[in-house]
T-cell receptor
Framework: KAGVTQTPRYLIKTRGQQVTLSCSPI?????VSWYQQTPGQGLQFLFE???????NKGNFPGRFSGRQFSNSRSEMNVSTLELGDSALYLC?????????????FGPGTRLLVL | GENVEQHPSTLSVQEGDSAVIKCTYS??????FPWYKQELGKGPQLIID?????GEKKDQRIAVTLNKTAKHFSLHITETQPEDSAVYFC??????????FGSGTRLQVQP
């Protein structure tokens, strides 16, 4: 089975712009979660989608949003980019949204905001 | 919410030695504790996990122990090899809630 894929892998944007990142989960996985990884804050949970519905949400401002499509692929959007949004954005998928299931991570999208 | 503390932040060992990384968590409802290894330029990869009904789990050179009373769990790597060098993260979750990660341990195995 193919793993979690994320596109693009690298992105450079300027302050004030918006960006959309894409994640394709492992085939058969219906839950997709997004995390932000920075040297200072570590791995922080953004949100989780399951069956096209947001199930959980982390403590991030409304500039961060996401969605999930019927094929379980997910996108996250960050509007009005700030310098502090520079980070590695990781997507993770698992079979369903419940239980103690293994979550598999993609390679991430590295976003640099200038 | 859940809070996970991880120690040490860096760990240097000689090849062949053992390495131990410790984590504590705050939410007694947490029942799932995975460990991830992250190499440079890659996403975290699950190396082992443990559930609350188990006290210890082993997979070849890697083992994890869980003490629910004390709310701490540990990763043990024996016979370390240079390819074990990476950043290791512990995490905790109640299942339906998202994973809360520790701050990471950078393990360096000196040949």
């Amino acid at each position: 089975k193919a793993g979690v894929t994320q596109t693009p892998r690298y992105l450079i944007k300027t302050r004030g712009q918006q960006v959309t990142l894409s994640c394709s989960p492992i085939s058969g996985h219906r839950s997709v979660s997004w995390y932000q990884q920075t040297p200072g804050q570590g791995l922080q949970f953004l949100f989780e989608y399951f069956s096209e519905t947001q199930r959980n949400k982390g403590n991030f401002p409304g500039r961060f949003s996401g969605r999930q499509f019927s094929n379980s692929r997910s996108e996250m959007n960050v509007s009005t980019l700030e310098l502090g949004d520079s980070a590695l954005y990781l997507c993770a998928s698992k079979t369903s949204g419940t239980g103690q299931e293994t979550q598999y991570f993609g390679p991430g999208t590295r976003l640099l905001v200038l | 919410g859940e809070n996970v503390e991880q120690h040490p932040s860096t760990l240097s060992v000689q090849e062949g030695d053992s390495a131990v990384i410790k984590c504590t968590y705050s939410d007694s409802a947490s029942n799932y504790f995975p460990w991830y290894k992250q190499e440079l330029g890659k996403g975290p990869q699950l190396i082992i996990d443990i559930r609350s009904n188990v006290g210890e789990k082993k997979d070849q050179r890697i083992a994890v122990t869980l003490n629910k009373t004390a709310k701490h769990f540990s990763l043990h790597i024996t016979e370390t090899q240079p390819e074990d060098s990476a950043v290791y993260f512990c995490a905790a979750s109640t299942g339906r809630r998202a994973l809360t990660f520790g701050s990471g341990t950078r393990l360096q195995v000196q040949p």
